[in-house]
């Protein structure tokens, strides 16, 4: 987080600089209100455009990478996942028992609102070890 402010921080410096040198072209001359400034002026190659388009473009550029570079993979298929839930069971109070597979193993845990613990190591039944293979 404090590295996506300091990269805000940076980008609007960048375009505050960027406006400030394109002002700086003018700040000789002398505006009059009322006075038709197309009729004194030279035409320019619009430059303060150029600048605006080219930071524009920057901060879009920064924008998608740091989209990019935060977006997070499609989540796994349940085949493809280790840890597992295979069956909940509701004891009243809140409390809970939970069979759990990790990795082909399967836990027995008791769940309570101020902890988890793990009751016992379970066995692989016949009907997983037949689905397996």
């Known amino acids: 987080m404090n590295r ?11 375009a505050w600089a960027a ?3 394109a002002a700086t072209a003018d700040e000789t001359k002398i ?7 197309t009729a ?3 035409a320019t190659g619009g430059g303060l455009g150029l600048v605006t388009l080219l930071v524009g473009v920057a901060l879009a550029g920064v924008g ?3 989209i990019w570079r935060n977006r997070t ?5 349940r085949d493809a996942r280790q840890l597992s839930i295979q069956e909940t069971r ?3 109070n809140r409390q809970y028992l939970v069979v759990a597979s990790y990795e082909d193993k399967k836990f027995l845990l008791g769940v309570t609102p101020g902890r988890i613990e793990m009751l016992t190591p379970l066995a692989a039944s016949a009907d997983d070890e037949d689905a397996r293979a």
């Not at 993979?73 to 298929?77: K, W």
């Open 31 to 37: 505006i009059f209100p009322g006075a038709s400034s």
């Open 73 to 77: 993979g499609a989540p796994l298929s």
């Open 19 to 21: 406006a400030s040198f």
């Open 90 to 92: 509701s004891l009243g």
């Open 64 to 66: 998608a990478w740091l």
């Open 40 to 42: 004194n002026s030279p």
């Open 4 to 14: 996506s402010r300091a990269t805000f921080a940076a980008l609007t410096a960048l």
